[in-house]
């Protein structure tokens, strides 16, 4: 059980050291320090060195968001999109505006090896997994398949975009007025 512990505080420790930094500017080195970990423990888990281990932390956040949505989605697409850019002004206040996605971390750098290319194919099933969820609950509502899609789409993007500009700017601001926007949209969707 606390081996099980030690790991998953790597890879949560990884999550959010990838979510400030992004994967290049990141070592296993400093992944471990980041989640007070030694750097031994650090390749006894993780066998495949920072791959393995950044591929994991972005499996991880995108599970842990899925899990936030789909449970807030049971609510309705407009309680699920607060809850989602809920989550994401939390961790841009929590993190003193340092932190972002790292999912959008991993998919905005280029891959250099197959390694990196497996982390970049998680990040799109994350990515994925997140657009399938609203679309889902949109069309559940009654919203027809390929518009409820595109929203989704639209949901994601903006909201990814939008964490980049609060960074930029030091403020929630922006994902304030994205919010509104989105849910304006979801609501015109809905026939509300």
């Known amino acids: 059980m606390r081996e099980k512990a030690s790991r998953q505080r790597l ?13 290049k500017a990141t070592s296993i080195r ?19 060195g920072k791959a393995q281990l950044v591929t994991e932390a972005v499996r991880f956040i ?9 449970s807030s989605l049971q609510q309705g697409p407009v309680t699920g999109l607060q809850e989602f850019l809920a989550l994401w002004r939390r961790e841009v206040v929590r993190s003193d ?9 991993v998919a905005v750098e280029e891959p250099d090896n197959e ?6 194919a998680v990040a799109k099933a994350v990515f994925a997994d997140w657009i399938g969820l609203l679309t ?27 964490i980049a500009l609060c960074r930029a700017r030091r403020s929630v601001e922006p994902l304030e ?11 015109q969707a809905l026939g509300e």
């Open 62 to 70: 995108g599970d842990k968001v899925s899990e936030v949505l789909a």
């Open 11 to 23: 890879v949560a420790g990884a999550a959010d050291l990838l979510s400030r930094r992004g994967v």
């Open 177 to 187: 007025q994205v919010s509104m926007q989105l849910e304006a949209l979801i609501r």
């Open 115 to 120: 390694e990196g290319m497996a982390a970049l």
């Open 97 to 105: 505006y340092r932190a972002g996605c790292p999912v959008l971390s």
């Open 136 to 162: 889902r609950s949109l069309v559940n509502q009654g919203v027809e398949e390929q518009k409820a899609e595109q929203l989704a789409i639209l949901v994601v993007a903006s909201v990814e975009g939008t």
């Open 30 to 48: 400093e992944l471990a320090k980041h989640a007070r970990a030694p750097l031994g423990s650090t390749y006894h888990y993780f066998p495949g």
